[in-house]
């Protein structure tokens, strides 16, 4: 049972655009969404996180934006360098299950210098 | 402070054969998770522990997969015979306590099954 949908797959950015990456979740239960980021051969980094009482959390050139009512969360990466070029994970967690995490799968973005 | 340590790093076994990987989380870290991540998807959890205690272990193969932390510090996985869809990444994860969200994780073992 898939309750993390990512999209796109992959995705192709010029240098200096905006990366967009979408998720929905369908467990309502659900008090915690993080997005990581996976270089080749290395484990996920925690990048940004968003609890449901917020709309939208930016740290720097990242920002998530969050709608409660549609279900979806999504990862806005601004000014998109090369060295941002990796894998990129949505998740959801809720506290009720140990926090354990429930991944997308995963969109490789690739920043065209 | 140190991350999350993971080895060995990669490993090549025969089907059937048996593999054992090993995990030492962030010192002072008392949670504890073993994910699966088959290529080209998201890490899917197998069992965590809270100490030396299991948490959940829904989601793990109990036939032919095992955990374990003894001590409440370092974790083992082991699988019993192999099979070739068993062919993945082993990521390790550990956080401060039960219900802490963040989860730092290591490098992973990566696991071909010929």
């Known amino acids: 049972q898939q309750q993390v949908k990512q999209s796109p797959q992959s995705l192709i950015v010029q240098k200096g655009g905006i990366s967009i990456i979408n998720c929905a979740y369908e467990?309502?239960?659900?008090?915690?969404f993080p997005w990581y980021q996976q270089f080749p051969g290395k484990g996920p980094a925690l990048l940004i996180a968003?609890?449901?009482?917020?709309s939208e959390k930016k740290e720097g050139r990242f920002t998530i934006s969050f709608n409660k009512s549609a279900k979806q969360f999504s990862l806005h990466i601004m000014d998109s360098q090369p060295g941002d070029s990796a894998t990129y994970f949505c998740?959801?967690?809720?506290?009720?299950?140990?926090?354990?995490?429930?991944f997308g799968e995963g969109t490789q973005l690739t920043v065209n210098p | 402070e140190a991350g999350v340590a993971q080895s060995p790093r990669y490993k090549i076994i025969e089907k059937r054969q048996s593999v054992a990987f090993w995990c030492n989380p962030i010192?002072?870290?008392?949670?504890l998770y073993w994910y699966q991540q088959i290529l080209g998807q998201g890490p899917k959890l197998l069992i965590q522990?809270?100490?030396?205690?299991?948490?959940?272990d829904s989601q793990l193969p109990k036939d032919r997969f095992s955990a374990e932390r003894l001590k409440g510090v370092d974790s083992t996985l082991k699988i019993q015979p192999a099979k070739l869809e068993d062919s993945a990444v082993y990521l390790c994860?550990?956080?401060?306590?039960?219900?802490?969200?963040?989860?730092?994780f290591g490098p992973g073992t990566r696991l071909t099954v010929t």
């Open positions: 968003i609890r449901p009482d917020v």
């Open positions: 998740a959801a967690s809720k506290e009720t299950s140990g926090s354990r995490l429930t």
């Open positions: 994860a550990s956080s401060q306590r039960l219900g802490s969200y963040e989860q730092y």
């Open positions: 522990f809270q100490n030396n205690g299991v948490v959940d």
């Open positions: 467990n309502t239960a659900f008090d915690y």
């Open positions: 010192s002072g870290h008392a949670t």
